[in-house]
């Protein structure tokens, strides 16, 4: 209101710390966040803005164009800015950092649009066993970054012969070229659905922030073993850390890590993926190198992979250690404590209804329903079987798996342990006579008989990660 204080550019200027206080400035309003700092969801970033404009990086940053967010930062409003200093902010442009994305299918649900993250409407997801990269569910921390492949170079550290690059051709020539299908899911996958138990923080990802792709590349075990990797790197290496070419303002890479036994494993397949369903990895995949963890979630699969680092330590990364963590449904935001945490590696068993949609209307001249959908667990372990209830949970039927588009073979069973891709699933069931209201649920079970919970609330976390109860649509019945 017009009664706040006004300050000049100078005076906000001087609060830029936890200790002098954290102001910033939004289109002519001047806000004192210092107690909102520990709370906020994306770190400790929101330093790098105290006093001055929140603009220039709201730009980077546009999950922030959302009106809750403007609702929070109302609440710390303690004046406004001069009108001169206002101008001068005002004249100081900032130039677009995402101008060289790539162009994207207009079919993706745009959850954010810099930077981009967006999924495909659920029906097109079970449409083919292996999703086309236009579909793959894209999910960026920042600009693209433009990576030429006859430059390109990837670090590697922390093995005995000490620092070594290897270029794209090495990559390729150097160690055999692995394929494998690997379905990759966000940590984030079904947020809504916690969202509307109560608020989290973060993309509000519907149930399609999953996609399965064949990956081929280099092992990773084979670059580390042929760099020196052996009997005594093994005494004291712990963890491989992945940093990318996307790089923030302050030259922060996005990065994260593994334990080393998966990055050495025979058995962990590993990839430092060049081809993502038989062609160049895509620019939003991480061209031309990213990380393929299976059964890992998302989050490390490291893209534009820049440099790698055998540690005896877990990444120190803002995404290894304050983000990508689960937590009890009775922790919130003033009480939690990321270390209390470990990072978010498997995940658990997971499964989604994409047809029919939430509300769709069924003619009841129809005999019979068909739902479909997918079906996933982390950690190699195999969906062995879906159950789907017609009648909100009380009765239960089992639906087909198939592990091949429809009309095609089912790809190889993979060895135990290593069962790294989805099922799609299919139920062919005589409509249920007189019901006007059909709640469609699902659930899987994997091979080590893990299962999904049956509703949100008991695995509610503050930033609505690890979204994997029952699955439920509902559909209406009508003439
Ligand atoms: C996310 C508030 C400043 C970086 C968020 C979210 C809120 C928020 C509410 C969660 C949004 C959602 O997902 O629905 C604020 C407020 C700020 C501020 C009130 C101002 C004082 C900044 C600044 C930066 C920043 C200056 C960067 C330099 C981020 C990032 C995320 C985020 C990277 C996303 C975290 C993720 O989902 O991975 N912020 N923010 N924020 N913020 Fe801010
Ligand atoms: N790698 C880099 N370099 N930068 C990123 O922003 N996002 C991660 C991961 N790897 C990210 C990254 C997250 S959170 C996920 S879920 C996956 O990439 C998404 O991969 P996709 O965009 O190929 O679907």
Known sequence: SS???????DEVTKHRSLEDGVWVTYKGGVYDVTEFVAMHPGGNKILLAAGGALEPFWALYAVHDQEHVLEILSQYKVGELSVEDRKKQEDAKVSDPFSSDPERHPVLRVNCKKPFNAEPPPEILTESYITPHVFFFKRNHLPVPQVDPASYRLKVEGLPGGALTLSLEDLKTRFPKHTITATMQCAGNRRSDMNKVKQVKGLNWGISAIGNAKWSGARLRDVLLA??????????ARHVHFEGLDK???GTAYGTSIPI???????????LAYEMNGEDIPPDHGFPVRVV???????????WLGRILVSAEESGSHWQQHDYKGFSPGTDWNKVDPRSAPAIQELPVQSAITAPADGAVIDRGD???????????????EVVRVDVSLDGGRTWQVARLRSGDDGQPDEPSPPPGRAWAWKLWELTAPLPPEAEELEIVCKAVDSSYNVQPDTVPPIWNLRGLLSNAWHRVKVRVAE
């Open 3 to 9: 009664r706040l204080p006004v300050f000049s550019n």
């Open 293 to 303: 963890v299976p059964g890992v979630v998302g989050a490390r699969n490291v893209k």
């Open 261 to 271: 036994n998966k990055a050495v494993s025979e058995e962990g397949d590993v990839l």
């Open 367 to 381: 005999d019979t329903l068909t739902v479909k959908g997918y079906a996933w667990s982390g950690g190699g372990r």
């Open 248 to 250: 923030d303002e302050t």
């Open 227 to 236: 760099l020196g990797y052996g009997p005594e790197a093994a005494q004291w």
